[in-house]
């Protein structure tokens, strides 16, 4: 067989912008027989698992990767020889001639490549890389090369005696050694020199795998003969962190990786609490008659077989507030520095998940009827119990609901999802002593918690949708007169 009849499948960017996925397990094994749309592996992405179908037809040669392994988009996970002996379709755009007509055709280039996976955000420019231009003075190249190289190990000042250390190759220091942005991340971090590191990638591309072998083989010298260099201590703390897991003592610490959806979880987390200027309002509510509404519609033949819960009449009353109150379903568009005020209500539910918490939403909730709303909620449970969210089902929301009362906990500090101005929080519902029509009784009570983004909620704002959403449970009839 030749190797114009093997097609190299590339790991996919299912999501918007994601740059690696979790290959969990494979369906497949060398030798095998696989058919157009046939799924053969599963991958774990920053937001949800994931089933990758191959897009043609013919015989697995290779698996890249066993399961477990990370890989960065784009890198081909499995080779398939196809029948006819054609080449794909991406290698016969890399080889076509006329370069030059490549600037003035732009809109060409798109149409010539092919999607890794049909409806899975291929980006739109073409694979093949422009030609670097060259200096014009070799020696003004070395120069510059040995700063890039000495700014990428670590960001110190480069020193001019180091240039005639660079490879003897006459043409390498012309070349910016090739590595995706978090590789380039990863090896700044860790003090390496991608100048210095072998690539074993397709087409010399420098892989995380490169970078830490790099720091692995550099270790043993280091221990032995230390760097005589007089300032360096950052330099050196870097270095020494691949020695960490050395003294990890499995009886007493568990170490699990931080990776896939709990990865993307913190990232989003952290990022949500230092960028969003948060406030949290608190109401306690007696929500009896809500709940007497509740076995009510469970008796109800229009709800026969859904899911009919008081987090279905809660999601109701915050979109009867929304309604009441739009302005709380917006957005801050820091790099246009203007309030995104939205027409429509996707609303997130936050589940916890074997995989991590994940939140996805409802489109267009504000459009759906009570059985309608019941429904979709059903959906979303028993999907993302399963781990199958999709990712675009996690995406473009607008307003979430946690509710932690189902953990036995009273009430939270919820953090904002990332883009969305406001998060509520639903407390456990428990039979507490509480004076109704003057008189003490025990009422079903719970705790409401609302956190918004303070730059485009104020607290007038902010209070009016939460006492919408009490009012609305204390007296469920609200919902025939505000809806």
């Not at 109800?300 to 302005?327: H, Q, S, T, W």
């Not at 002593?433 to 730059?455: C, E, I, Y």
Request: hydrophobic letters at 45%; glycine letters at 6%; charged letters at 20%.
């Amino acid at each position: 067989m030749t190797n114009a009849s093997v097609r190299e499948f590339k790991m996919p960017d299912v999501g918007e912008g994601l740059t690696e996925a979790e290959i969990l397990k494979w369906y497949v094994q060398p030798g095998d027989t696989v058919t157009d749309g046939q799924v053969v592996c599963e991958v774990e992405t920053a937001k949800a698992a994931v089933e990758l179908p191959i897009p043609y037809d013919g015989v697995v040669r290779a698996l890249h990767f066993p399961e477990g392994t990370t890989v960065d988009v784009g890198t081909s996970i499995i080779a398939v020889e196809v029948a006819g002996g054609a080449a794909p379709a991406q290698e016969e755009a890399a080889v076509a001639p006329a370069p030059a007509a490549e600037p003035e055709q732009p809109a060409e280039q798109p149409a010539a490549r092919q999607p890794v996976l049909v409806g899975y955000g291929v980006a739109t420019s073409s694979t093949r890389r422009r030609p670097r231009k060259q200096a014009q003075d070799p020696a003004a190249q070395q120069a510059a090369s040995a700063v890039q190289s000495e700014l990428n190990g670590h960001g110190a000042a480069p020193a001019v005696p180091a240039v005639p250390a660079a490879p003897a190759a006459p043409a390498a220091p012309a070349q910016r050694p090739l590595a995706k942005p978090p590789v380039r991340k990863l090896a700044k971090d860790l003090g390496v020199d991608l100048a210095t590191v072998t690539p074993t990638g397709p087409d010399g591309v420098v892989t995380r795998e490169d970078v830490h072998a790099a720091v692995a083989a550099a270790q043993a010298p280091q221990q032995t003969a230390p760097e005589a260099q007089p300032a360096a201590p950052a330099a050196s703390a870097p270095a020494a962190q691949p020695a960490a897991p050395a003294s990890y003592d499995s009886a007493r610490e568990t170490r699990i990786p931080v990776k896939g959806v709990r990865k993307a979880t913190a990232a989003a987390m952290v990022g949500s609490a230092f960028t969003a200027p948060h406030v949290t309002e608190f109401v306690t509510v007696d929500v009896t008659r809500t709940m007497k509404l509740v076995e009510e519609l469970k008796q109800d033949k229009e709800f026969a077989g859904l899911r009919v819960n008081p987090l279905l009449l809660i999601a109701k009353a915050l979109l009867v507030a929304i309604r009441r109150n739009p302005d709380i379903n917006a957005s801050w568009d820091e790099a246009a520095q203007e309030i995104v005020v939205k027409h429509y209500v996707n609303l997130g539910i936050a589940a916890a998940t074997p995989r991590g918490l994940i939140v996805p939403n409802i489109k267009d909730a504000h459009a759906r009827t009570l059985p309608e709303l019941a429904a979709s909620l059903g959906e979303l449970v028993s999907t993302a119990r399963e781990g199958k969210t999709s990712p675009s089902a996690m995406q473009g929301g607008t307003v979430t609901i946690t509710n932690v009362g189902v953990f036995g906990v009273d009430t939270g500090t919820p953090l904002l999802n990332p883009g969305e101005s406001a998060i509520l929080a639903v407390g456990a519902i428990k039979p507490q002593p509480w004076v109704h029509k003057g008189k003490v009784k025990p009422r079903q009570v719970t705790t409401l918690a609302l956190s918004f983004d303070h730059r485009l909620v104020d607290g007038e704002l902010g209070s009016k949708v939460l006492a919408d959403v009490a009012a609305v449970l204390e007296q469920p009839k609200r919902l025939i007169t505000w809806a």
